[in-house]
C-alpha cells in the first residue's frame, strides 16, 4: 500500500504564497506520475497540476496556470505545489495522487493522500 502524506497547508491571505509538499512511500516513486488535486466545499475533486516522472511532461489547470509550480524530488520522494498570489477561490483540501500520467491526468490516480486544507481570506 503506497502512503501519500501531504503537509504544508493552511490559512494565508489572498495574494499570499504556500508550498505544499507530498511525500511518498512508495518504491516506484521514480517512475510515478504524480497529481495535486483540490476540492472545495460543494464541488467536485480537480485536476491542479501534474508531473510526470521525469519532470518532462507538467500539465496546470488553466484556473492556476502562472501562479502554481509544480516539482519534485526524486531523491527524498517529495512533490511540490509552489502556489503565489493565492486567491480567495483556491480555498479547497489539496489532495496528491500517484500513478500513471494518462490516468493522473484524468483524475484516477492509484493512490491517494489524505489532503491538506489551504484557506484563502481577504
Known amino acids: 500500500q503506497v502512503r501519500l502524506v501531504e503537509s504544508g497547508g493552511g490559512l494565508v491571505q489572498a495574494g499570499g504564497s504556500l508550498r505544499l509538499s507530498c511525500v511518498s512511500s512508495s518504491p516506484s516513486f521514480r517512475f510515478d506520475a504524480m497529481g495535486w488535486f483540490r476540492q472545495a466545499p460543494g464541488k467536485e475533486r480537480e485536476l491542479v497540476a501534474a508531473?510526470?516522472?521525469?519532470?518532462?511532461?507538467?500539465h496546470y489547470s488553466d484556473s492556476v496556470k502562472a501562479r502554481f509550480t509544480v516539482s519534485r524530488d526524486g531523491e527524498k520522494k517529495t512533490t511540490y505545489l509552489e502556489m503565489a498570489n493565492l486567491k480567495i477561490e483556491d480555498t479547497a483540501v489539496y489532495y496528491c495522487g500517484a500513478g500513471s500520467w494518462d490516468l493522473t491526468v484524468a483524475g484516477q490516480p492509484d493512490d491517494w493522500g489524505q489532503g491538506t486544507q489551504v484557506t484563502v481570506s481577504s
Open positions: 508531473i510526470n516522472w521525469n519532470s518532462e511532461l507538467i
